[in-house]
């Protein structure tokens, strides 16, 4: 799930970004073979800060998009949460997050800038499409079911809406987040593995 706000590191060093990576030293969830199902790989980060107060804040993204423009996250937590309504909170986010991406993309043709009358309408349809998806996700009914992470199925959290699903799978203290359309995220494989290392050819730890 892409967050609102700007990613952690934007204005980091490059040291600080590899810190960063650093403490997701484990594995962290991606699509096994992407290119089999026409995806892409788009973007790959670290998004939170880690704060104590709310430890699964902090997260690894990788974002992946097919050739038709379909979005998938693949998000793992840093720190998991065993509170029933936090993991409901955290898929239903998601869930939100992949049905708004494609009003994030539309930008309104002939748009007269902040002030203009076309943007103030834009922004305003925006909001209500927003409170509409929010709305039906809150209402949607929560699923504990099961998932199939590293050949293996594992309980999950999932949550459907609109042909779009969010699931949330535990994995030892960590936590895998998947979001995107239901019949491509229900077909994927999804694996777990170790950050590659960020400074290619260094004999440092690797993450």
């Known amino acids: 799930m892409h967050k609102p706000d700007e990613p952690a590191g934007a204005h980091e060093s ?20 992407p290119l089999t199902w026409g995806l892409d790989l788009e973007e ?12 699964t804040e902090e997260r690894f993204l990788r974002a992946y998009v097919s050739f038709v423009g379909e ?3 693949v998000e793992t937590l840093r720190v998991g949460t065993d509170d029933p309504e936090q993991i409901d909170d955290i898929v239903r986010a998601a869930l939100s997050g992949a049905l708004a991406s494609p009003l994030h993309n539309d930008v309104p043709e002939g748009a007269e800038g902040p002030t203009g009358a076309d943007f103030a309408d ?18 949607a009914a929560l699923q504990r079911t099961a998932f199939v992470l590293d050949d293996v199925s594992h309980p999950c959290v999932r949550v ?32 777990t593995a170790p950050i590659r290392n960020l400074l290619h050819g260094d004999d440092g730890p690797r993450f």
């Open 122 to 139: 834009a922004y305003q349809d925006y909001r209500s499409a927003m409170r509409a998806i929010v709305e039906e996700v809150d209402l």
């Open 14 to 33: 490059w040291e600080q970004i590899v810190a960063r990576f650093a403490r997701f030293s484990g594995v962290v969830g991606e699509i096994s073979d």
């Open 44 to 55: 790959e980060t670290v998004t939170g800060t880690g704060d104590d107060r709310d430890p």
């Open 160 to 191: 459907a809406v609109r042909g779009t699903v969010a699931v949330y799978v535990p994995i030892g203290d960590r936590a895998v987040i998947v979001s995107g359309p239901t019949d491509l995220v229900d077909r994927l494989d999804i694996s």
């Open 71 to 73: 979005a998938v996250d």
